[in-house]
């Protein structure tokens, strides 16, 4: 079985920082890429942002263009979100997924095979 295991979240005042982070484990899996989406109460899931494991092209919803930045580590097979300049409409639950397959398109939830457990992010104004 392959596992995200999110970690990070927490409350933060607006115009703060906080790091989030998405290990795999389990089976030895190879990810084409991998993404944040998060999903704020009464609200859709939405895209945030996503990394291409080969070659590390990166794409990111309008929303947190120049506050948000999604890196990857081989080694550790973790991908890591850099949240910064946070308002309080960032508040929602984020989720780590993974595609196994390639996908030409990596900004839908429906390219993702796995998702983790989610890890809430509070901003207060």
């Known amino acids: 079985q392959v596992q995200l295991v999110e970690s990070g979240g927490g409350l933060v005042q607006a115009g703060g920082s906080l790091r989030l982070s998405c290990a795999v484990s389990?089976?030895?899996?190879?990810?084409?890429?991998m993404a944040w989406f998060r999903q704020a109460p009464g609200k859709e899931r939405e895209f945030v942002a996503a990394?291409?494991?080969?070659?590390?092209?990166?794409y990111y919803a309008d929303s947190v263009k120049g506050r948000y930045i999604i890196s990857r580590v081989y080694a550790e097979n973790t991908v890591y979100l850099q949240m910064s300049s946070l308002k309080p409409e960032d508040t929602a639950v984020y989720y780590c997924?993974?595609?196994?397959?390639?996908?030409?398109?990596?900004?839908?939830?429906?390219?993702?095979?796995?998702w983790g457990q989610g890890t809430q992010v509070t901003v207060s104004s």
């Open positions: 997924a993974a595609a196994a397959y390639y996908r030409l398109v990596v900004t839908t939830s429906v390219a993702y095979d796995y």
């Open positions: 389990g089976r030895t899996f190879s990810s084409y890429a």
């Open positions: 990394i291409r494991w080969s070659g590390g092209n990166t």
